[in-house]
């Protein structure tokens, strides 16, 4: 009896074990179709949004398996239709939507996803997918896991078509991408319940990559196009490992932004790691900063090429070749994406830099592709009746980013044939707290050298500049060129020296320059003056006499000095002055950089000067857009009197003893006092004799 009841227990509990074995087989040939609900439900508490599964209405109804799961060596779940509603808020349909949808993970990962761990997925299959996603201006987002939680990886993929949906109201970004498989499906099935494994965009252990992909829509206000063609020749996929490199093809086009990339990606779903060689054509360099999220200036066309990489957060950008306008350069960058304030770092080298093409960055006129790049933008950069560039700041792109820049300029060109260019230039670029500064800014050579500073504060709307000035030793004639087609002479010869302090508030270089207060002095040592200048400037008797004295038509400049006091933007020669062999020349009058208006003259008189001798032989009024040049009739006679009398004089000059002009001596160096004493006719200045003479 005992032993009967023994066995009967042993064979209760193996027909109980026989059962629980049986439903399972039963409930895994039949694909669990009772846990569709309960998963359902964990899925929608988990993304926050509501998960459906459904037959796939295309699927003949007696062929439709709505959902079906295998936990037999791993999980596997394929679902005909999946559906995530899209948020109240929203105007989209849904927020996913995807059709034969199949998913493989291991046991282990099931069991960390289940208890909230970090898990990966073996494999992920779809036949078409739609998807949209959007981000509000007040934050909202379409599904908050996107925002706070760390989506799976992914080892491999298989989609066959794909529809994502991307609407961003603060980048201002709403686009269309589609992506399509180029292969049909090849891979055997598993199972006879679970939808074939296809050769999708990504795809499986063994085959090779092919796909396209295509984004239509705007972003920042610009039309975007982009195409994206996944070649074959792909790293092979194994089991544990990450997916190989995808080689792959780029084309974009934003607005006039021309960009293509030729390279691979290695980590698709995270877009952590990719290499790429690119090459460039924008109207502007600010237009691809835009894009980036970097801020860069805005200069004339910029076309480029060079190597594009990506680890992590961060991005290396090494340019072999780019000519911005006519100016060639070349730079290697990396931009920090990782942190809060994103940081841009590196050196650029330029070969030679013509200051014209970056006349765009401080606001004036660009050429006619940046000007239709800008109006796109909704920026002009010129006004009617106005020469100085009024069009305003991106002060918002300095507050969002920081920046750490060397730069080395072999040669700085200034776009006209009058100046010598600059050999070489050097400066240092920082962006940090909101402060653009440009330090170090200097030229060094055997002709002279400059030294220049300035900063840019951008943390208020309206942005304080300020900027110091210091040049030494800079020789006029080897910086200023001879009029072309002339006879080859130097107008002004001499050493410079000088300082600038200058200050003003404003969004755009026209409101800084309408604020613009600070002083400006310079003085004019061992100077010589070409007898074309003394022609129109001097007295006729003085300028004759100049013109005849050698050698080289050139008369001495005893003594140059110049004291300009500026204030909200109107400029005043406090002091301009230049005593010169047989006269001595001023400036005197205003001129407003706010109003841009011009009331200049020039004065001379013979020397010793007497206010009756005073007389004007050039003035200067009216605006920058229209000047009105006044040359004095008496300059004219005495031009016309010089070609008459001057190889006579030349003769008598050079019977005088001593009259030789070597351009040295103390004569030549007079410091700024005797310029300053130069500056007084008969114990009464300058402007207060104009201002006499004008009531």
């Not at 989609?159 to 709403?174: G, K, P, Q, S």
């Not at 990504?202 to 994206?228: C, D, K, M, Y």
């Not at 190989?244 to 780029?250: A, E, H, M």
């Not at 841009?596 to 004065?603: A, F, H, Q, V």
Request: overall charge positive; hydrophobic content about 45%.
């Amino acid at each position: 009896m005992k032993t009967y009841a023994r066995y009967s227990k042993w064979w209760i509990a193996a027909m109980l074990l026989l059962i629980v074995l049986l439903g399972v087989a039963v409930a895994e040939v039949c694909g669990w179709p009772f846990l569709a609900a309960p998963l359902e439900h964990a899925l929608s508490t988990q993304i926050g949004q509501q998960v459906s599964f459904a037959a796939d209405p295309a699927t003949p109804a007696a062929q439709q398996k709505p959902f079906q799961l295998r936990l037999l060596w791993g999980v596997r779940l394929a679902v005909e239709r999946i559906e995530i509603s899209a948020p109240v808020w929203s105007r989209t349909p849904q927020l996913l939507l995807a059709t034969n949808f199949a998913v493989n993970l291991s046991l282990v990962d099931a069991w960390r996803a289940y208890h909230g761990q970090d898990f990966s997925i073996c494999r992920v299959t779809v036949k078409k997918l739609d998807v949209a996603l959007e981000r509000m201006a007040d934050g909202r987002i379409s599904t908050p896991l996107l925002q706070n939680a760390t989506l799976p990886s992914v080892a491999r993929w298989g989609i066959d078509a794909a529809t994502v949906r991307y609407r961003d109201e603060r980048t201002m970004i709403n686009v269309v991408a589609n992506l399509h498989s180029a292969a049909e499906p090849t891979v055997a099935p598993r199972s006879r319940d679970l939808p074939p494994q296809r050769k999708g965009v990504f795809n499986e252990r063994g085959s090779s990559v092919a796909g396209q992909a295509t984004v239509n829509g705007t972003f920042r206000g610009l039309p975007l196009t982009l195409a994206i063609d996944f070649g074959t020749g792909a790293t092979p996929v194994t089991p544990g490992v990450a997916m190989g490199s995808i080689p792959f093809n780029l084309t974009a086009l934003l607005g006039e932004t021309n960009l293509a990339l030729h390279g691979s990606l290695a980590d698709v779903q995270n877009f952590s790691s990719f290499t790429a060689r690119f090459s460039l054509a924008a109207p502007s360099a600010a237009l691809f900063g835009d894009a980036m999220g970097i801020a860069m200036p805005s200069t004339d066309q910029l076309v480029s090429e060079g190597v594009l990489v990506k680890k992590g957060a961060t991005w290396y950008v090494v340019v072999d070749k780019a000519t911005v306008g006519a100016s060639e350069l070349r730079a290697a960058f990396a931009f920090e994406t990782g942190s809060q304030t994103p940081l841009l770092s590196g050196q650029i080298t330029v070969a030679r830099l013509l200051l014209g093409d970056l006349g765009p960055m401080i606001g004036n006129a660009p050429t006619a592709a940046s000007t239709t790049a800008a109006k796109s933008k909704g920026k002009s950069s010129a006004q009617p009746g106005r020469t100085l560039p009024y069009r305003h700041f991106d002060l918002a792109v300095l507050r969002a980013m920081s920046a750490n820049v060397l730069i080395d300029v072999d040669e700085v060109q200034f776009n006209t044939p009058l100046l010598e260019p600059m050999r070489p230039l050097h400066a240092h670029l920082q962006l940090s707290d909101s402060i653009l500064s440009l330090t170090n800014i200097e030229t060094r050579s055997r002709f002279g050298r400059l030294h220049m500073s300035w900063i840019l504060d951008a943390k208020q709307a309206t942005a304080e500049w300020s900027a110091k000035l210091r040049w030494e030793g800079v020789q006029l004639e080897h910086w200023l060129k001879p009029k072309p087609g002339g006879n080859g002479a130097r107008p002004v010869s001499g050493r410079v020296e000088g300082n600038a302090s200058l200050w003003g508030r404003g969004r755009s270089t026209a409101e800084i320059l309408a604020t613009l207060s600070g002083h400006i002095h310079g003085e004019l040592h061992n100077g010589q003056l070409s007898r074309l200048v003394a022609e129109v400037i001097g007295t006729p008797a003085a300028t004759v006499w100049a013109a005849a004295t050698p050698p080289h038509d050139t008369v001495r400049i005893l003594c140059a000095a110049a004291d300009l006091a500026i204030e909200r933007g109107v400029v005043r020669p406090s002091l301009v002055t230049a005593e010169i062999d047989g006269f001595t020349a001023w400036i005197a009058g205003t001129l407003s950089l706010a109003t841009e208006t011009i009331d200049l003259r020039l004065l001379t008189a013979a020397t010793p000067s007497s206010p009756r001798s005073l007389h004007t032989p050039l003035q200067v009024t009216g605006s920058f857009a229209a000047p009105n040049v006044v040359v004095s009739k008496v300059a004219i006679a005495a031009a016309v009197a010089n070609s008459f009398f001057a190889p006579l004089l030349k003769a008598v000059a050079a019977l005088i003893p001593g009259n030789e002009n070597t351009g040295n001596g103390n004569a030549a160096n007079q410091a700024s006092s005797g310029c300053r004493a130069a500056a007084s006719i008969g114990g009464a200045t300058v402007n207060e004799i104009t201002r006499e003479r004008a009531k």
